[in-house]
């Protein structure tokens, strides 16, 4: 065990993943006990016993709640249903309190980033104006605020030098869902879609492993570290097409190409040493891996299709559902076209546009969004949203590029390179896809952009 931590320069202490190991045992006790109705009365002594060790330490809060993305399972309690990164992140904004309170060096830093996302919350704020639904709205909107926060709580309380290790304990936690969950895929014939503890919110959480370790693998110097990031990387791989996610696949595909180009590019314009043949092995074990997918799954692939049934004998495709959400993103816009519908009315469209109510596509589509984050923007705040949303993305894909040509170690360019991968992803799914502004997926994606933010190149 001590060696495996060390190769992925965790840079813990023994006492320090004891206690993590120790506190996500209890969260998934808690949370799968908690499904008898009462039973969670019987932990609050645990859970205020977490909490507490969570409060004394801003590290291990952050530690937490990056397991928490990966544990998807409902808490009941007093009549409503939780999930354990709400709880983990409320906790973690407490416990950055008092790591500020009891740290003289900790300082309250401007980003790069300021501008974009107060314009961006500004104007969704503005939206608001026109909601049917002003509570759904709001509900929203906090959910906004909420990935935000993290933003901040990682940009001020993690320094540069910590985001290899996150990055890595990131990974070892993907890798150890996906062999949870290509277990479950395994053990059902190959008959499920394979989730394991993450829900579907998981398939954008191996993506970010699956981008992780493919720079790791990249520019790692070392055969032997290389050889376990490939190794990963292959796992990942496997994880991510037992989910059986179209969007995420295609996204994950069309990044994969872009991040292979930058490599060959860069590969010529930097000192160290960097084999242009490790991008050519990845490809061949990429298309090796679906190939021995497919020829032992051979049903799989006619799996990759999702739909329902509305009325007899009347087969209805999740793509046509996704289009038919399109169309009324693009309604919904037309509505108006300068501040849209408001944030949040879109799950309910039948209080906007009474007609729907004769749909027969409206049950089905009652509490969903367009499942295409330019499009959700586009309809819910109109053309500034959709300006306010563009302009955060570019500024947030500048910082790393910027951030990437200054590496000049392997080391800083594997950080910067996967960093600048999540966030060409969440660009290249906005279109397809994601929830990359709240919830699961909106922590994922505003941690790592914390991570890009904070972590400095040796040539800065």
Do not use: C
């Amino acid at each position: 065990m001590r060696t495996w931590i060390e190769r992925f320069d965790f840079n813990l202490s023994r006492k320090q993943l004891l206690t993590i190991f120790i506190i996500d045992l209890a969260i998934i006790l808690l949370v799968f006990l908690s499904a008898l109705r009462g039973s969670i009365y019987l932990f609050l002594p645990l859970v205020i016993g977490i909490s507490f060790v969570l409060l004394l330490n801003y590290k291990l809060s952050v530690y937490l709640l990056l397991i928490s993305l990966f544990i998807r399972y409902d808490i009941y309690f007093m009549g409503k249903f939780f999930v354990p990164i709400d709880l983990i992140s409320l906790i973690l904004v407490f416990s950055f309190l008092g790591y500020f309170l009891t740290s003289r060096s900790l300082t309250f830093r401007g980003t790069p980033l300021d501008k974009p996302i107060y314009l961006f919350l500004v104007i969704l704020g503005l939206s608001l104006v026109n909601t049917v639904d002003f509570s759904s709205g709001i509900r929203v909107y906090i959910w906004h605020l909420q990935v935000f926060v993290i933003f901040y709580l990682v940009s001020w309380g993690i320094d540069s030098g910590e985001v290899h290790r996150f990055l890595n304990f990131f990974l070892g936690l993907a890798s150890l869902h996906t062999i949870y969950s290509i277990f479950q895929f395994w053990h059902a014939s190959g008959k499920v879609r394979a989730f394991g503890l993450g829900g579907p919110n998981v398939a954008d959480l191996i993506i970010g492993g699956l981008i992780i370790s493919y720079s790791f693998y990249l520019f790692e110097p070392l055969p032997k570290k290389r050889l376990t990031y490939g190794l990963i990387f292959l796992l990942l791989l496997g994880g991510l097409f037992v989910t059986q996610t179209r969007g995420a696949m295609i996204s994950f595909g069309l990044v994969y190409l872009l991040l292979s180009f930058i490599a060959l590019k860069k590969a010529g314009s930097v000192g160290f040493l960097f084999s242009k043949q490790r991008v050519l092995v990845s490809l061949s074990l990429v298309l090796l891996v679906i190939a021995v997918l497919f020829l032992s799954y051979p049903e799989l692939l006619k799996r990759v299709h999702h739909g329902l049934y509305y009325l007899p004998g009347r087969y209805v495709e999740t793509t046509e559902i996704r289009l038919y959400l399109w169309s009324l993103a693009v309604k919904s816009f037309l509505h108006n076209p300068v501040l849209g519908i408001g944030l949040g009315q879109f799950y309910n469209l039948s209080q906007v546009f009474p007609e729907l109510r004769f749909s027969p596509l409206v049950f089905y589509i009652y509490g969903l969004d367009p499942h295409n984050i330019v499009l959700y923007y586009l309809s819910s705040a109109g053309i500034l949203g959709i300006l306010a949303l563009f302009y955060f993305f570019f500024s947030a894909l500048k910082i790393g590029w910027a951030k990437f040509k200054l590496s000049l170690t392997p080391q800083d360019t594997s950080i910067t390179f996967a960093l600048l991968g999540i966030v060409l992803f969440v660009f290249i799914s906005s279109f397809y896809a994601g929830e990359w502004f709240y919830r699961v997926s909106g922590i994922e994606f505003l941690f790592f952009l914390g991570l890009l933010n904070v972590f400095k190149p040796k040539a800065e």
